[in-house]
């Protein structure tokens, strides 16, 4: 397969494009649109075969199991042979993938060696359950990673105007790709800039942008993050999350001051809460 459809579906998958975005790039590459649809199949994962111990194996015991932390409740996938007995156990934690189904094959597949396995899925807390990582969950269900990018930059608009300011609004996604920018009557042309840096900072740091400048003065080993480019350590940068996944991010510049800047991107997403769910 061409090497360049591998790294085209790669970049989708971990938030680097839209699926239409995607879905036309691939038809360019393939040739037409009927051979996109059948080299897509071949690049998504399927767990169904790739299996060797099914879940229903009679050999094995299975059952989904949680417990507290600092965080919330902590899912997991707890597998042991169905024949009674001491056995050694083993913890399986995955690196960034949470709980798939490949990752509950490999547990079955120890726990027929005889093992008590226990995989916990460390990606829980943040509301996703069993999808793979931020770009599958994407790549099954766009909708739910999509940034209300129009209603948030315009609900920042005129939320300023409520409040009697003029601003520029910048809205990106996760890649830090911008997505729209809304610029009102009357505002300074740096604003388009300063917008977009905020923007960039909160996606890039996953914080607000005034949040970096409070990290950085209490604590002197973080102040190299201001030198990263295209971020600034000026308050009205919000990141925009579902769950705890960031998945965009919206500034506002053009205020008198950036507190102001914060509080209407803040009160624009929360016009748009119900769609981050």
């Known amino acids: 397969m061409d090497q360049r459809i591998i790294k085209l579906y790669d970049s989708f998958t971990h938030g680097g494009m839209s699926r239409r975005e995607f879905l036309d790039r691939l038809t360019r590459l393939s040739g037409s ?3 996109a649809a059948a080299v897509l199949p071949l690049l998504q994962n399927n767990y169904a075969q790739a299996a060797i111990v099914a879940e229903n194996d009679p050999r094995l015991a299975t059952e989904r199991v949680a417990y507290d932390s600092p965080k919330g409740k902590i899912n ?13 156990a083993i913890i399986f934690i995955q690196e960034n993938r949470g709980l798939n189904p490949h990752i509950e094959d490999v547990a079955r597949r120890l726990a027929v060696e005889g093992f008590l ?24 269900a766009p909708y ?3 940034v209300p990018r129009r209603a948030s930059a315009q609900g920042t ?12 609004t910048t809205v990106m996604n996760r890649a830090g790709q911008v997505m729209v920018v809304l610029r009102d009557d009357g505002t300074s042309p740096h604003t388009v800039d300063t917008s977009r840096r905020k923007a960039y900072t909160a996606v890039a740091l996953r914080r607000t942008s005034s949040d970096l400048g409070s990290a950085i003065a209490g604590n002197a080993a973080l102040a190299g993050l201001k030198d990263i480019s295209g971020v600034i350590v000026l308050g009205g940068g919000v990141p925009i ?37």
């Open 117 to 140: 396995v226990f995989a916990p899925d460390l990606l829980s807390t943040g509301g996703w359950g069993r999808r793979a990582d931020v770009g599958q969950r994407c790549a099954a």
């Open 157 to 168: 608009i005129e939320q300023c105007r409520k409040d009697g300011l003029r601003v520029t």
């Open 76 to 88: 997991g996938y707890l597998v042991r042979p169905t024949s009674k007995g001491k056995r050694p």
């Open 144 to 146: 739910r990673c999509q």
């Open 241 to 277: 999350r579902v769950g705890n996944e960031v998945i965009g991010s919206i500034g506002v510049a053009g205020s008198p001051s950036p507190d102001k800047d914060e509080a209407c991107a803040k009160a624009a997403l929360d016009q748009v809460a119900d769609q981050l769910k």
């Open 33 to 35: 649109a009927a051979a």
